[in-house]
């Protein structure tokens, strides 16, 4: 946040904050649930193998998890997420990880695309071109090690030999345990046709969470074209796609202003903007996912309380 607000004017920035026109937010924030909808339509693809669930049941799942990734640092909603499916639906925990890592993997790739193909035609800061660069190599990497868990079981278990040799023998029935629980959840890109269902429906999320963030560049008279947006969304939720402070407050912002700034949009108006749509993107998740958590009886303390490392069979009863 102190680089946010390096050589940027508090009162203009106040000025731009004030003389925005915050009609926009109502269908802003309508954007964003119904992407939310498409996610847990992509999510219901990925438990497939694991097990059928409707999306309705799992709409107020995702929100729970992105409300907990608002509060807590470090991802933590991830685990929240991953309790509550083994508590409401009998759903070993470490396999709805599985699900979730596989989640982030796809977002990260849709997200460079984005950066990429909108930076071929605009260009890219020095920031962005090493964000690219991080990302992407950390992504590629990820995605053949799941490849090679998911497709092979010869090769995985070659893979957790070689990593039990750094665990205590005491700990190695636990942890094959939770590795072959984690590896279930990665089942679904053993089909190809889940795998493009997946693609298209993070793609359709992110392209509708990019529209809210056109819709507040409305707001604050910003004239950029839509695929400047896609090149935000994608900068600023890249830079926070590793766990870091709640929300991703400070690196959501920062990217923000600065993928504006490399276009031409001036530095305070920019950075009223990344604030105001950082609060809209975080108060509304927050409130609603408060409202379904207390609808289901959970308390986020509770959630965070169980270990979401120890796996809940499908028969086994949830206490």
Known sequence: MGLFFVGTDIGEFADALAEADYWWVIPAIGLWFLSAWFRSLRWRLLLRPVKSIAVNSLYPVVIIGYMANNLL????????????????HRVSKLSVLGTIALERLFDGLILVTFLILVGAFVGLSS????????TAVVLMAALALFLIFATSRQRANAVIS?????????????????????IEGLTGLQTPSIMAAVIGTTAIAWGLEATMYFLIGRAFSIG???????????AANLAISLPSSSGGIGPFEFFAKETLGAVGVGRDLA????????????LPVIVVGLFFLWAINLSLGRALAQPATQPLSLGERAE
């Open 73 to 88: 640092p470090l991802r933590a909603g991830e685990l929240v997420r991953a309790f509550v499916m083994g508590e409401r």
């Open 162 to 182: 070689w990593l039990l040799r750094f665990v205590p023998a005491r700990l190695h029935d636990r942890v094959l345990l939770w590795a072959n629980a984690f």
């Open 271 to 282: 950075a009223a903007y990344a604030v105001a749509l950082h609060g809209l993107l975080l």
């Open 127 to 134: 920031d962005l071109r090493f964000l690219v660069a991080i």
């Open 224 to 234: 950029e074209d839509f695929p400047i947006y896609l090149m935000v969304a994608a």
